[in-house]
């Protein structure tokens, strides 16, 4: 399933570093916690490129949403420092976003429930319900989801208990964490190229 999610993505992404980096990245399923740069040279890519090489040949169209996508991809990288530093300086709901994720992931839920805060209602949120209600089995439904809707923060306790528990590979976990960050990638670089 995450691996034709991920198939799906890079398959719209014409930028050439940027596909080829989600290439690179498709067998890596980040834990529920941070751990090292999964590739040194995915970092550096994303470190010292601008973002019109990354983007390259497309066009960017609005620059927060391109530096959105780098922190989203430094994310999937477990580039936390690096990410956090990148997404607080976007001041939209998809910086929030990414920051509310790496504040997930350190793990620091309530820094976390903050950031979600302040996203709001985010256009993403009823694709990782769609995602979560087609994939997942009924067990993990009936906990996450709530009143036909993506609730972070409910997923946020879930996360919270597995860490707190030591369990930082919970498969189902891992992979709609996946997904929410694959959709939330995909939502800013369309918005970054304008279509």
Known sequence: M??????DFT?????EKIKQIAGNLR???PRL????????????????SSPSELFHPEKIGDKDFANAVISGLLIWNDCEDESHSLAQKIPTSEGSYFHAIIHRREPDIWNSDYWFGKVGEHPVF???YDFV??????????????????????????VEKAQKNGNYDDSELTQIQ???????????????IGK
């Not at 398959?11 to 930028?15: G, M």
């Not at 996946?178 to 970054?192: D, K, P, V």
């Open 2 to 7: 995450i691996h034709q999610l991920i198939a």
């Open 33 to 48: 916690v941070f751990e090292q740069a999964y590739s040194q040279e995915i970092k550096k890519t994303l470190l010292n």
């Open 178 to 192: 996946l997904g929410e960050l694959l959709f939330l990638i995909a939502h800013s670089y369309r918005h970054t």
């Open 133 to 158: 209600q087609t994939n997942f089995p009924e067990q993990i439904k009936r906990k996450i989801l709530v009143q036909n809707n993506w609730d972070p923060e409910i997923f946020n306790k879930m």
């Open 27 to 29: 067998d890596h399923c």
């Open 11 to 15: 398959a719209t992404i014409k930028a």
């Open 126 to 128: 009823p694709v990782v």
